[in-house]
């Protein structure tokens, strides 16, 4: 077991996690479970980061200048259950000495399965059909009853190629025959495009008026804070459909109201929300929205991998090895 003079690493784990995980955690560490499983206040981080050499956060965990304003912590690393750490303020903790690292890889099919999910529920009206039928007003097939767009052979947009927008065209390339069109903010090496027969278009503006659907896989935080705004929004078909799994500051969530309402995109489909838990009520209103909580890593075995990929970090971390998924 990794140890620091020959005790073991002290170490904070903000929501309960799976049971494995904790069980293999408790073992190496001195591990200390938040049984409340409620997300910490800025104050709470201020007390951890004195009195833990590593704090385990989630992306419920608000890690920017408030909770970070401490002189001297005890705290070497943070390191992230979940893959998306804009919730972190990287620069505070880099000026802390303190290290982050995140759990890249073995989420990505389980996230880009749940915007495939998005994407077919959205396109062929899955829940407003759902709704219907648990309201008991369905009154049986008509060939004119919740028609919606078909997805197979479509143009997919995808806004962010990193690993989750890949394992998002692999699908939807080889399953659905699509043709995916690229945004990203470096080049994507050409035989990384040609496994998905992909273009990769010079700007998001160029590329949004040629979609029939647009799946964002980019990083939150506040460089693509509204990223799809209004302006953006009507470049987008006015049949066309917008799929978020990335964060929910990458919309502007009263612009994308007001498209659906107005009927000026075909559609959405939501898994993150600015602000989440809480939910701007006008989204409520759309019908041509389908919403989910949150659930893109949501499966045992990929939180489960998760667990053990924090675990990996730690130990590397806490033995004096670079950890493999250091972001900061
Ligand atoms: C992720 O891994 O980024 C999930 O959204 C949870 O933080």
Request: proline share 5%.
């Amino acid at each position: 077991a990794p140890a620091i003079m020959g005790r073991k690493p002290r170490v904070l784990v903000t929501r309960r996690w799976p049971a494995a995980v904790e069980a293999a955690l408790a073992e190496r560490f001195e591990a200390v479970f938040n049984t409340a499983d409620t997300p910490l206040a800025p104050q709470d981080f201020r007390q951890a980061l004195a009195d833990f050499d590593a704090i385990l956060p989630t992306v419920t965990d608000g890690l920017g200048q408030e909770s970070l304003a401490i002189d001297q912590p005890r705290t070497r690393l943070l390191a992230n259950y979940g893959v998306g750490f804009s919730h972190i303020d990287t620069a505070s903790a880099r000026s802390l000495g303190i290290a982050v690292t995140n759990t890249p890889d073995v989420l990505s099919e389980c996230t880009a399965d749940i915007a495939m999910t998005l994407m077919l529920m959205v396109a062929r009206r899955a829940a407003e059909g759902e709704r219907e039928l648990r309201a008991g007003q369905w009154t049986g097939w008509r060939p004119t009853h919740l028609v919606g767009a078909k997805v197979s052979g479509k143009v997919l947009g995808i806004v962010g190629f990193g690993r989750i927008g890949q394992a998002m065209a692999q699908r939807a390339h080889h399953g659905f025959g699509m043709r995916i069109l690229v945004q990203n903010r470096s080049p994507v090496p050409a035989e990384v495009l040609a496994r998905y027969d992909a273009e990769q278009v010079d700007s998001l503006d160029a590329l949004l008026p040629r979609c029939d659907f647009v799946s964002l896989h980019c990083p939150g935080g506040a460089g693509n804070r509204h990223l799809i705004d209004g302006r953006r929004l009507d470049l987008m078909k006015p049949d066309a459909f917008l799929i978020n799994t990335a964060r929910g500051e990458v919309i502007n969530e009263h612009a994308l109201a007001q498209a659906l309402m107005f009927n000026l995109i075909g559609g959405a489909g939501l898994d993150v929300y600015d602000g989440e838990p809480r939910v701007a009520p006008v989204l409520l209103d759309c019908d041509n929205l389908v919403m989910l909580p949150h659930l893109g890593s949501a499966t045992r075995e990929t939180r489960e991998a998760m667990g053990f990929r924090v675990l990996d970090n730690l130990t590397d971390f806490f033995d004096g090895r670079e950890p493999r998924d250091r972001v900061a």
